[in-house]
């Protein structure tokens, strides 16, 4: 049988109120009726077996019986700072992070970066945070935070164990990915890469600088590439 389908609800009770877009989902897209079961989360971790009770024109009204925790959450704590791409890039590494456990996002702009941020931009990410934990069976959201200059980004960074800086101008690792523990903060440039001051700048804050090999990788690619190698050595992927 396949699992319950999931739903992202804030406040979560004995009798829960589904509405806006998720009542739409479940009401005309996915056509469940009262009596489905379903499978409800707030994104703090925890989640719920619910039954549909009554199905109105614009909400419907669940009855939650089970509590569990979900297993199937990052226990690593991977932090990925990305710079802002441009198009839906940024999208795609946050869909991507999410799946691979990330627990927090920081998108940063930095010198060579071209890419802007917005509160449109932003909201855009977070729905999609939230729509990539509901398909992989995540049942916690991973943060995001915009920073509007690459110091506050590193400065956010503070605290992690373990700081990899992917730094497409150096040749040997200064520490190599497979060291790493199960805290984690990662930084990946955007299109335009860094600055030798950036790097310096991250560095004095505590990062190492890695190569991801000889071929320069779009900024996405490097972001995914980097954080799913972390994540394994982190624990996470087994
Ligand atoms: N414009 C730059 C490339 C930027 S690639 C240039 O022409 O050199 C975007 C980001 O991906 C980089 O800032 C870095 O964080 C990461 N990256 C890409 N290839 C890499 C590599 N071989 N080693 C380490 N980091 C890499």
Same mark, same amino acid.
């Given at each position: ?10 406040? %979560?009770? +004995? ?34 077996? !619910? ?19 979900? &297993? ?18 940024? +999208? ?50 991973? +943060? ?16 992690? +164990? ?7 101008? %150096?040749? &040997?690792? &200064?520490? &190599? %990915? ?37 071929? %320069?990788?779009?900024?996405?690619? !490097? ?16």
């Amino acid at each position: 049988m396949a699992a319950p389908k999931r739903f992202l609800v804030k406040n %979560i009770s +004995e009798e829960t109120i589904l509405s806006g877009e998720e009542f739409n989902h479940a009401k005309n897209v996915l056509r469940l009726f009262e009596g489905s079961e379903v499978t409800l989360f707030d994104g703090s971790g925890a989640e719920y077996s !619910a039954v549909i009770t009554k199905i109105g024109k614009s909400e419907m009204v669940l009855h939650t019986v089970r509590k569990g925790v979900s &297993e199937r959450d990052p226990k690593a704590n991977l932090y990925l700072l990305v710079g802002a791409l441009k198009g839906d890039k940024t +999208e795609l590494v946050v869909q991507k992070a999410t799946e691979l456990g990330v627990q927090k996002i920081g998108v940063f702009s930095s010198k060579y970066c071209s890419a802007y941020m917005n509160d449109n931009k932003f909201s855009r990410l977070n729905r999609v945070a939230a729509e990539a934990s509901k398909q992989c069976l995540r049942a916690t959201v991973p +943060e995001l935070f915009y920073f509007d200059s690459f110091e506050k980004a590193v400065l956010s960074a503070e605290g992690y +164990e373990d700081k990899l800086f992917a730094c497409e101008f %150096i040749t &040997e690792s &200064e520490k &190599e %990915i497979s060291e790493v523990k199960s805290s984690v903060a990662l930084i990946v440039g955007s299109e335009g890469g860094f600055t030798k001051e950036e790097f310096e700048f991250a560095k004095g804050q505590g990062f190492k600088g890695v190569t991801l090999g000889k071929r %320069i990788l779009r900024a996405e690619t !490097a972001a995914i590439a980097f954080l799913s190698v972390a994540a394994y050595f982190a624990g996470e992927l087994k």
